[in-house]
């Protein structure tokens, strides 16, 4: 079974930090650039780091940029985001994602980071 599978969400208060982790079964993911996007209520959802398949060279949005790492673990078949100085503003459920060769998207059910005093 093909599957993406996130983990790590939890309740944190500002200024505090997260790995959330994203796990594969049935693929390899180290084959293909992986996504981390997040939607809060209402909201489209969007995307926020990117890791390339070849050189492992990663791409971050501005929201986030210095504050957000992606993690490719090889040995694992994980790829993580490690998030620091977290603001009430991050607020959203976290998703991962990837395109295969036949150009299917794939999603993970989401974990929630809540950022609160």
């Known amino acids: 079974q093909v599957q993406l599978v996130e983990s790590g969400g939890g309740s944190v208060q500002p200024g505090g930090s997260l790995r959330l982790s994203c796990a594969a079964t049935?693929?390899?993911?180290?084959?293909?650039?992986i996504g981390w996007f997040r939607q809060a209520p209402g909201k489209e959802r969007e995307e926020l780091a990117c890791i390339s398949k070849s050189d492992g060279s990663a791409s971050y949005a501005d929201a986030v940029k210095g504050r957000f790492t992606i993690i490719r673990d090889k040995a694992r078949n994980t790829v993580y985001l490690q998030m620091n100085s977290l603001k009430p503003e991050d607020t959203c459920i976290y998703y991962c994602?990837?395109?295969?060769?036949?150009?299917?998207?794939?999603w993970g059910e989401g974990t929630l980071v809540t950022v609160s005093s």
């Open positions: 994602h990837l395109i295969n060769a036949r150009g299917m998207s794939y």
């Open positions: 049935g693929f390899t993911l180290d084959y293909y650039a």
